[in-house]
């Protein structure tokens, strides 16, 4: 038999609707400020070493720190003979060795050689292994050289790269800091080098016994977790320099804070400038995960199913008399 008609049963589409939930990246902030101080007095927040032993309280949570300070630099530190101006023979290498952090007071000086009221910031530098000795006229052995900032300067070799290592106890963002000096800023983009490294990679090489080197440790850094930043070149009104670190940065356990390094930036070329800073504070997040409010989604019912389904089996019927 011919089939003469189509069979036609209307479809019923009734709306219904669905929750979906999503979930946004929000950061409790706290300020850990590594060196703080009243005239000249300076109060000191860190423990050097590898052992976190100190906290900052991050919304009622307290995340231990261990802070430490790495460079780049030759295996001994040179010396210098005033009497016959003569170097002794240092060597130097591109292995990262630990160095000595130092906290030292910054300010505006009188002609007398004082600190005035009210111009003092306070903030760590280091001490690497490009400090000299040399014998003055007087045949005593002083210091010299290495600026005690935390720096890319070149000073007695080639340029090396001086950095502040962070270890939290859990993972955290860092989103600016602040610094009691920044010398020799060109006004460029790139002042600070901030680099989240994976944890179990960057601790063996920071705690093992075998020579590395920035590049070893830059193979370390966490996708989404490096950065390069701005310092500004004019003071607060507290008497220090400001960097945002703007850039949405992943959470990590480890952190390196230091002067621009070229080793972790692939896009750098020709020369840069000598940048050096004195480290005052850090802004430490722990990130919070929110349910955000659900979206209401409309999708056809189940009944607009049924009845597309009992339709076709109806006109399959049809067909066959």
């Not at 929750?19 to 703080?36: F, G």
């Not at 860092?174 to 901030?194: I, K, P, Q, R, W």
């Amino acid at each position: 038999m011919k089939l003469k008609q189509f069979l036609s049963i209307p479809l019923l589409f009734l709306p219904f609707s669905t929750s979906i939930y999503a979930s946004d990246r929000a950061l409790d902030e706290a300020i850990y400020t590594l060196v703080d101080g009243v005239g000249s007095t300076r109060t000191t927040n860190i423990f050097s070493g590898t052992d976190a032993s100190q906290g900052i309280m991050i919304d009622g949570i307290n995340v231990k720190v261990s802070v430490s300070a790495w460079s780049d630099t030759g295996s001994k530190a040179l010396t210098y003979d005033f009497n016959t101006n003569t170097w002794d023979e240092g060597t130097e290498d591109e292995s990262v060795k630990e160095a000595t952090l130092v906290d030292y007071t910054n300010c505006s000086i009188n002609s007398y050689g004082n600190c005035i009221s009210g111009t003092r910031a306070y903030g760590y530098g280091m001490t690497n292994q490009d400090q000299v000795w040399y014998n003055n006229s007087n045949g005593n052995y002083v210091p010299w050289g290495d600026s005690h900032s935390v720096d890319n300067f070149n000073d007695h070799g080639s340029r090396d790269f001086d950095m502040i290592l962070l270890s939290f106890d859990q993972e955290v963002v860092l989103t600016g800091g602040t610094f009691s000096a920044n010398y020799h800023d060109g006004g460029e983009e790139n002042d600070v080098t901030v680099a989240g490294l994976d944890y179990n990679s960057a601790n063996a090489l920071f705690t093992g016994t075998s020579d590395f080197t920035w590049s070893d440790v830059s193979d370390t850094v966490i996708t989404g977790a490096l950065g390069h930043f701005d310092i500004s070149e004019t003071k607060n009104s507290e008497n220090y320099y400001e960097s945002s670190f703007t850039k949405n940065l992943t959470a990590a356990k480890y952190w390196l804070v230091g002067a621009y390094n070229t080793v972790f930036d692939q896009s750098a070329s020709g020369s840069i400038n000598n940048v050096g800073f004195k480290l005052s504070s850090l802004t430490v997040g722990l990130e919070n995960e929110t349910t955000l409010p659900p979206t209401e989604v409309s999708e056809p019912g189940a009944l607009a199913l049924m009845s597309l389904g009992l339709g076709l089996v109806l006109y399959r019927r049809k067909r066959r008399v």
